[in-house]
């Protein structure tokens, strides 16, 4: 038995073909049967960039640049809730097939943040589409865009591995999870600007680490500078025991998974 | 471990706790927690089974319901860990647990086989060289790219059956997934395991003793988690049968 184990754990490379056909499928299956099919990962955030802009840029109109500000906010949002929501529910709908062949677990989830990844990648198109039309300066920060990204990926699968390991024993994740999602939502200042908050309130803030991701990006695509060090430390560090907190938790009870679902 | 054995399993035992798998809600579990009603309900659905099997060997395992059978494959393939006892395991596997678990529903029999693959540990370009003949084999060239959710049980246990053969694995575990093939494909799988298969081991769990009879040369009866006998299968089915009638 522990022979089959480790064999899994030091062949990775024996199912990096394995991981790459998930996030493919995932991607082919999101899109199936629709028209414009990959497409809609362009127009989903473009949509909603339009009507948030239409509704609130008159409201916050000292928000410079509402469309770019709306838009880096949304996008590390919904790489967060939405890669990590559906790497809780893959660990439950791949259940047929570790129940017959054995796989390593967490190959589900990290294929679920991966295709999460491809469609923030494409989305990035649209951001970068509304800065050109927006007139936004093009700097040499965008690249370090990159290290948010990357924490922020850390951070989701992190995530995505302990609601998952919870979901397999309580099926009730599922729902707390959405309505989670929707409070981060509106706890985030995506679309209304940060020093809305009054102070007494300001740790919502600064006690959330996808806050400083936020900010990172924002330095990095709208405002052309680079994010201060602690912004990024922070985060860093939260995706770091988050992700610890995740694997250990899918080492200590993978083996009863089986018993529950 | 000999080289010649591909499957040791020693002192095996599986205890399930049947209370605990009833809780899947947090409701439940709060309130069963505060109750103090978390308690241990056990069962043993296997006791102490000890087996070894050789390269090459095709062996059937036969029993009433709940003897234990599938427990015993889903902890030889590595899904279970059993409560007491070791499994080693020489070989690479294909297990066919369960008709059609390797599949994506949504996907058409030509994803699907790519998928399957990679779950077994092949890579597309492997795939792409046995495609022809796995296709050919299951006889769904009309329905390769129609969704696996519109085949027949018949079509995805063919499917099935043809991509775990088709990658040359070490031990192939078959549970249930053959009998819901008719007469004409039952005969190519026995063929197939002659010729393909012929160093490969096979495992086989069957409720139709006559299929047990036509694809192993071993068989063991499993009887409430233990083995009651192993050997020559026609001796060990003869001995079934004549239990199976007095009951």
């Given amino acids: 038995m522990d022979e089959i184990q480790i064999k899994g754990i030091s062949n990775f490379s024996k199912y990096t073909a394995l991981l790459s056909e998930l996030v493919r499928k995932n991607i082919k299956i999101k899109y199936r049967n629709s028209i414009l099919g990959v497409l809609w990962s362009l127009l989903d955030p473009l949509f909603r960039m339009i009507v948030l802009t239409i509704v609130f840029s008159a409201l916050f109109h000292r928000v410079a640049n509402y469309p770019v500000y709306y838009l880096t906010g949304q996008l590390a949002y919904s790489l967060f809730a939405s890669g990590s929501s559906q790497a809780m529910k893959s660990l439950v709908s791949s259940s047929g097939i570790w129940k017959s062949i054995y796989v390593p677990k967490y190959l589900y989830p990290l294929a679920s943040v991966l295709s999460n990844f491809v469609t923030f990648i494409l989305s990035l198109l649209v951001l970068f589409a509304i800065m050109f039309v927006t007139g936004t300066e093009f700097t040499v920060y965008i690249i370090f865009a990159s290290l948010p990204i990357l924490v ?7 995530v995505g591995l302990i609601i998952g390991t919870l979901n397999i024993f309580f099926r009730d994740m599922e729902h707390l999870y959405s309505v989670f999602t929707l409070l981060l939502m509106y706890a985030l200042p995506i679309f209304y600007p940060a020093d809305i908050l009054p102070a007494q309130f300001r740790f919502i803030q600064t006690y959330n680490p996808l806050y400083y991701i936020v900010v990172c990006l924002r330095d990095c695509f709208l405002y052309g500078k680079l994010y201060s060090p602690i912004d990024i430390i922070i985060p860093a560090i939260a995706a770091v025991i988050l992700l610890g907190i995740g694997i250990a938790m899918l080492k200590r009870y993978q083996d009863k998974f089986i018993l529950y679902v | 471990m000999s080289k010649d054995t591909v499957i040791e399993v020693n002192n095996v035992s599986m205890e399930f706790n049947l209370s605990e798998e009833k809780t899947d809600n947090l409701k439940e579990f709060v309130i069963k927690f505060i109750k103090r009603e978390i308690r241990f309900q056990s069962f043993w659905a296997l006791n102490n089974v000890s087996l070894r099997i050789n390269k090459g ?19 030889i393939s590595g899904v279970l860990k059993p409560t007491k006892g070791t499994v080693k395991v020489n070989g690479s596997l294909a297990p066919l647990l369960a008709l059609g678990a390797g599949f994506d529903p949504n996907y058409s029999g030509r994803e699907n086989i790519y998928l399957n693959g990679a779950t077994l540990g092949h890579s597309r370009a492997d795939m792409d060289k046995k495609f022809e003949d796995i296709v050919s084999f299951a006889e ?19 499917l099935a059956f043809s991509i775990a053969t088709s990658i040359n694995p070490d031990i192939l575990i078959l549970d249930e997934v053959l009998s819901v093939g008719d007469m004409s494909f039952q005969r190519k799988c026995r063929d197939r395991m002659d010729t393909l298969m012929s160093d490969a081991s096979m495992l086989f769990v069957s409720h139709s003793v006559g299929q047990v009879r036509n694809l ?32």
């Fill in chain 1, 152 to 158: 922020l990926l850390v951070m989701t699968f992190g």
């Fill in chain 2, 57 to 75: 060997d095709k062996v059937g395992f036969v029993g009433l319901n709940g003897a234990g059978k599938s427990t015993l494959l889903k902890i």
């Fill in chain 2, 140 to 158: 769904i060239e009309d329905f390769i790219d129609v969704p696996v959710k519109n085949y027949s049980s018949g079509m995805k246990s063919r």
């Fill in chain 2, 216 to 247: 192993c040369d071993k068989a063991i009866w499993l009887h409430k988690g233990s083995i009651i006998a192993a050997g020559e299968v026609n001796e060990i089915c003869d001995q079934y049968e004549a239990y199976v009638k007095n009951l």
